[in-house]
């Protein structure tokens, strides 16, 4: 019994010593407990310089016609002859309506007979006096007739001319109302001509974006379906919409065979004022805490910087942006893995050229 006793006396000291060994033990020197230093990030740094840019307005658009006429008739009548179907192209002067004549060709005849007779009447009084046989007052009356029957042959005339109802302009006619056997006053519809070449379009600018447009500026129009055409800015307004706070845009576009119909839902794409500007990959822009666009940048001494910049337009093979210094050093690859400030091992390389 004593010999166990002392046997779990000499393993119960034992273990005491063996525990406390750990705690006697001192300190190493502080350049033994110094941990080695972490490697440096390796990323890939290429290097961009500024080039001029002219970016593109994008804006939602629609095609019209040029013009658009509704031909009247000037005279009253009923209407004898139809001469253009509706969708028919037409030349300028291009009968399309044919109203009666009734007598208006007999009214020309007295009006011409009118005038040959004043006409006499009048060289007759001039002669007349030169005999001392006239007076100035019946001269002047002479004279009066005279110019009163030169009015009436044209009246007469017009009369006759208004009696075909004529296109103002080549186009095509869009609309007529009217059919043989229909009367007609003066300001009746006759058809309605609309002018497709050239085409317009039309579109609405930001007044942010109505000052970087130029008049002449050159332009892309691209139908719905997808079909694309050269335009240029004719015409910017000077008002504002006083509800959309925005202004009216019109460009021209050539439509010789007028295969680009009004009203087609279409995008206009702009060719705005020239800045100068960085092309870079779309990969090297991020977001930052504030939701603001950045690129991180390569400063002296290998030290990583966020520099705030703007997207100004896309291009196949990169973004374009501003903000940034105008020879830059930009993180292509590691981007996402380096904060502001810290040290970097950067792997060089340069640009292609654009």
Known sequence: MNNNVRLAGFFVVSLVV?????????????????????????????????????????????????????????????????????????????????????????????????????????????????GGYQSDLAISQAKANLATARAGLKRAQLNVNNLQVTAPFAGIVENRPVEVGDYVVPGSLCASVIELHPIKIKALVSEHDINRIDMGSLATVTLSDGQTVSATVTYLAHEANSTTRSYRLEATASNIDRSIRSGISSRLDILIQGVSAHKIPASTVLLNDLGQTVVRVLLEGNVIESVKVSTLGEATDGIWVSGLPSDVSVITVGQNYVIDGESVDPSVTSAKAN
Do not use: M
Not at 25 to 43: G, H, I, N, R, W
Not at 59 to 76: D, G, M, P, W
Not at 98 to 105: G, K
Not at 106 to 118: F, G, H, I, M, V
């Open 18 to 130: 063996w525990f406390a060994s750990g705690f006697l033990t001192f300190p190493k020197s502080a350049e033994d407990l110094q941990l080695p230093s972490a490697p440096l990030t390796v990323v890939q740094v290429t290097q961009y310089s500024e080039q001029f840019f002219r970016p593109k307005l994008s804006l939602r658009a629609h095609t019209e016609s040029n013009r658009t006429v509704n031909v009247l008739a000037q005279v009253a009548g009923q209407v004898s002859k139809i001469l253009v179907e509706e969708g028919a192209s037409v030349t300028k002067g291009d009968a399309i309506c044919q109203i009666n004549a009734e007598d208006r060709y007999l009214r020309l005849d007295q009006a011409k007979a009118n005038l040959e007779q004043s006409d006499i009447a009048y060289r007759g009084a001039v002669k007349l006096k030169t």
